[in-house]
């Protein structure tokens, strides 16, 4: 039996018109993939769910044509539904938001934003037996089902799962539960379910129990040596696709085309077993086309179909001239070089004005390649979308790079650290978010092309949050003088990247007045300098400037979730006076070293217990704060 090529449209995160869909069809098959898997979430508008608006959603003939679409390809497709995490879409309407796992409460991703739909509510059973079965219906052609069932941090919040969760010693038998329950109605349907497999590395007891026919998708998107490493569970590295074998599960590795270098590895890891395919994810791409990642969507292809198996350069090249249809040799090299670099990828870079993560030899690395890629690009004659779309990236990436080093400054600045001439950043600052309103206006000429009627909200808020936030940084500019402000510095060890860590951080003066900054989420104090895809661990050095003007007294850090964050280091500069650490005090129940926090040195503070497995599986260990308590004195 040949093996599955799946490569992903992410449409529940940005919708797609019908024609790029057959578009992007055609390209998968000319690169060897067999199998299209749609990422839905609620995008088909149906009779059991009339909520979502029409512009927003697909009705069941258009459906119809985007499956009768890949069935005259030759080309399985796969709706991708889940009916556990990533409900928000579904839940965020007030018709279905009683089915929530924290319809009782908050839980730990925060007040009023539900993600995750109970698995054993009734009401919310019947809703999605109702839809599944809807769904499965219009893919009239498809073998298989996906249903998600990933990344649930709030897996037992309710009174109902609570319960069963007391009962069983654990959250197994709830998950287990819900694996077999949707896999019954599945198979009555007629389809063969798959779901991601990371929420097994809580409760690996059960693996020997899950039903034979279930395929587990295992995403790892990382570089792979010798073994996977897990995206939770502390990044534990195990010989999984062995313990499946052993077990008489199929199963198949999820890359991200994104990083060939876990595109590579990855492989390399699957093809010592006996994978019934592999798949290719792409996600988000919601602020712009899919263009860019097209190259390295055929890169992944060609590997998968033997093409240049054991060269990955020449793969790249060859990738690069065939889809962007250049053949310059400098031009290659140059496209192939901007295409395989994660962090050109970035996010929206959030200068709040009063807050920055400080470059490190990583930074600086990446901003002189970034230029020199960026020289480059002038001399490519080549003038394509898939040029510009390239083109694009590497020009962000430079103003994002500069707009950070201009942050810096001025924050040094105002904080009395260094002085720096403000009249040339906020020339530099208004040269650069004139390039922003070019490119947003290119943006949204390339949006039209190719998105055409379809709302360009994720757009439109990625590039209004950066010029909103340079128009911040300019007005701090403005206002500023040198020392009026204070500086809060955390030095901080980021030991693992795929935790939820939420963070508070508390100064107090002299006079009483205290300030907090609470950044709840995805490794909040990293910053916009961080991305998932880093190497870790992790060392930054994060700076606030302060709105308090007296002598700062204390700083109070604590930490709660699944996970734990390391401080090396706090102090504070006021007036242009240092106020360091004197002493500390831990308090809650996960801390380690904090004595180290009175010396300036690669020793650390742990805060937060770092076992994430017992955070997840424990009732109420997420909601413990642990923290430290430092107190300040002037350095005379």
Known sequence: MEKLKIVQMDLGRQKEPLAEILKFFDFAKKYGYNAIALNLEDRIKTKTYPYASDEESYLPSEVSEIVEGAYARGLELIPVVSNFAHADRFLAHKELMHLSELREGEGFHSAGVHVTACPLLPDAQAFYDAYFTEVASLFVHSKYFHAGLDEDFDIGSCSLCKADVRAHGGMGHLFLSHIKRTNALLNALGKEMMIWDDMLVFCPEIIPRIPKNVILCTWCYDYVDPYPRAPFANSRQTDIFAVYEKNGLRYMPAVWCNFTHNVDTFTKYADAYHPMGYYNTVWGMSAEPLLFVYPLIAYAGMLWSG????????????????????????????????????????????????????????????????????????????????????????????????????????????????????????????????????????????????????????LDTEQGGVLRAIDRLIGSVREASFADRGLLFMQLLLPEKTVWVGVRVTVEYADGERESFAPEGYKPLAGPCYNIMDKGPYFYVDTRMLKGKGAPKRITVSVRGTGSACLQYAFCVCGGTKYLPTSVAPFGPWHHGCEHLLTNDTRHATLGNPDMVRAMTLEGARKEESGVVIELAADE
């Open 307 to 458: 093409r240049y198996k054991d060269d990955p350069a020449e793969r790249m090249k060859a990738a690069v001239r065939e889809v962007i249809g250049v053949e310059d040799p400098m031009a290659v090299a140059a496209l192939a070089r901007a295409v395989d670099k994660p962090y050109l990828n970035r996010g929206v870079i959030y200068l709040l004005g009063d807050h920055i993560v400080r470059r490190n030899p990583n930074f600086e690395d990446e901003y002189k390649e970034v230029c020199l890629l960026y020289d480059l690009f002038s001399l490519i004659t080549a003038d394509n979308d898939f040029v510009r779309a390239i083109r694009y990236r590497v020009e962000r990436a430079k103003l994002l790079y500069e707009a950070v080093t201009l942050a810096e400054r001025v924050i040094d600045h105002r904080g009395g650290m260094y002085k720096t001439d403000l009249s040339a950043c906020e020339k530099g600052l208004l040269a650069i978010r004139a390039c922003v309103e070019r490119q947003y206006k290119e943006q949204c000429v390339l949006w039209e092309r190719y998105r055409g009627g379809i709302p360009r909200e994720h």
